[in-house]
Nanobody, 119 residues
C-alpha cells in the first residue's frame, strides 16, 4: 500500500484547506489512519486519527478547528482544516496501520504536503 497526500498550499490566517490522502495497492486491511505534522525545527506531532470504525481523536491544539474523515471503500483519509493559524504551518503527513496480504502489520507513511499560513 502506498499513500499520497495532497491539498496543501498557502492560505491566510483564518482560512481553510482540505487535505486528502489517497491510497493505492492491495492490503488485507487498513486500520487506523492519521495525520501528523512537522513544523520547521520541531518534532513531528500527531494531529488527528481515525479508526476503521470512525472514532476520532485530535490534538488539543486543533480541536474544534480540524476534522478528520475517511472513505473506507477507497481507504482514503481527509483533513478539513478551518480557522488556520500561523502555528499550523508545517508539512502534513498521512499514515495508516496496514495489515498486508501475508498478515504482517506495519505503518505506511505518505509523502508530506506543505501547509503555510500567512499572517
Amino acid at each position: 500500500v502506498q499513500l499520497q497526500a495532497s491539498g496543501g498550499g498557502l492560505v491566510q490566517v483564518g482560512g481553510s484547506l482540505r487535505l486528502s490522502c489517497t491510497s493505492s495497492g492491495v492490503a488485507f486491511a487498513i486500520n487506523d489512519m492519521a495525520w501528523s505534522r512537522q513544523a520547521p525545527g520541531k518534532q513531528r506531532e500527531l494531529v488527528a486519527e481515525i479508526t476503521s470504525g470512525g472514532s476520532t481523536s485530535y490534538a488539543d491544539s486543533v480541536k474544534g478547528r480540524f476534522t478528520i474523515s475517511r472513505n473506507n471503500f477507497k481507504s482514503d483519509v481527509y483533513l478539513q482544516m478551518n480557522g488556520l493559524l500561523p502555528e499550523d504551518t508545517a508539512v502534513y503527513y498521512c499514515n495508516a496501520s496496514v495489515v498486508t496480504l501475508t498478515r504482517s502489520v506495519g505503518t505506511v507513511w505518505g509523502r508530506g504536503t506543505l501547509v503555510t499560513v500567512s499572517s
